[in-house]
């Protein structure tokens, strides 16, 4: 059996309180990085050492359990199997919680963000995701002002007791965004995500601003139904002018594939090149689902709008609207995961599944 989780509690609680309970559940990134002895390398360390730096969260009017994944990790390291890992800690504590706050990296948290969107089917509670660009025992580090925030957008209830956020959102530097929208866009600065296509859910100042007409909707009596698995037999193909279709087809004819992001250019643009189409067609017609998402930060793939992508539609190629390339590339996998018929996968992977692209 595997070992408990380590955690700790902290704040004020009582088991008659209408204080919220937030679950913040560490896995590593920059937040609580140190510097190793004899190098300048950051590396992932244990949550305990962060708690030193926030003693304000001892004097929280809710109560705060951290736990800790059993290895801090680099978000480098993440793998779909510690998605699955997450998914399970918060369907076990969903009762026991109001939210949720998963501390991470902010390498890949978009993709974390994303796949637990997918995950957490029937979510109605806040899980947010939140990290640094500075460690927290720095002096001018991101780690506190992101981590209270976070703590505060989770423990969150409207009027009427439901709570404010009720699906998987990235908190940083100021900004709340729908997880599966969001992209890391920066390495220095400390605004690291935004999301270009979807408008930002909350705006943290003085007072914390909702977007209301933006967040989904809290819907009562929706149960969470967890989900645990993801096929990794999925691929980026990235286009550029000069790809070699050779090339493409290898990665066509690689065993085990079973779906390719097509990163086109513009409104979904690709070469016409007959060689490089019939590398596409032929991956259609093995059965490899092949979702075409636009390389530009804005805007969407529209296949027809031109007429080098009027070809990718007629051999089979997906639309995926303004979907980002984290948010597309963990569909893949949870749809595959699903095991849905080609066709039904198809047809999923261009609709919207929760709120990760418009129609
Ligand atoms: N490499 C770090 C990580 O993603 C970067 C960060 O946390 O900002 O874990």
């Not at 993709?111 to 997918?118: C, D, E, G, M, R």
């Amino acid at each position: 059996m595997a070992a408990p989780y380590k955690s700790i509690t902290l704040g004020n609680y009582s088991q008659d309180s209408t204080r919220s309970r937030v679950l913040v559940i560490y896995t590593g990134g920059t937040f609580g990085m140190v510097y190793q002895s004899k190098g300048k390398q950051l590396v992932p360390f244990e949550f305990e050492y962060a708690l030193d730096y926030l003693p304000e969260l001892h004097r929280l009017e809710r109560e705060v359990v951290f736990l800790s994944l059993h290895q801090p990790i680099d978000s480098s390291d993440i793998t779909p199997a510690i998605w699955a890992e997450l998914g399970q800690i918060i369907s076990d504590r969903y009762e026991q919680f109001d939210g949720f706050v998963i501390l991470h990296g902010t390498d890949t948290m978009a993709f974390t963000a994303s796949a637990l969107s997918y995950l957490l089917e029937g979510l109605n509670k806040p899980v947010i995701l939140t990290g640094a660009q500075l460690p927290v025992g720095i002096a001018r580090s991101d780690a506190r002002e992101n981590l209270l925030t976070a703590l505060e957008i989770a423990a969150t209830r409207k009027d009427d007791g439901s709570p404010m956020v009720s699906e998987v959102c990235i908190f940083f530097n100021s900004l709340l965004l729908r997880g599966n929208r969001a992209r890391k866009k920066e390495t220095s600065q400390f605004n690291a995500f935004y999301s270009e296509n979807y408008p930002v859910l909350a705006n943290a100042g003085v007072r914390i601003d909702y977007n209301i007409p933006y967040l989904k909707p809290f819907e009562p009596g929706s149960r969470l139904k967890l989900h645990h698995r993801l096929d990794t037999n999925v691929f980026f193909v990235k286009l550029f002018p000069g790809i070699e279709p050779g090339i493409v087809r290898s990665i066509v004819a690689t065993e085990g594939l079973k779906g390719i992001v097509l990163e086109t250019f513009g409104a979904g643009n690709a070469p016409q090149a007959p060689q490089f189409v019939e590398a596409l067609a032929r991956a259609v017609q093995k059965g490899i689902a092949v979702l075409n998402v636009t390389q530009c930060e804005g805007g969407r793939v529209v296949q027809g709008q031109y007429g080098v992508s009027r070809r990718l539609a007629e051999i089979g190629v997906v639309g995926g609207s303004d979907i980002t390339p984290e948010a597309a590339i963990t569909k893949l996998m949870f749809l595959l995961g699903r095991g849905y018929a080609y066709q039904e996968l198809c047809g999923k992977l261009a609709k919207s599944l929760c709120g990760e692209m418009s129609a």
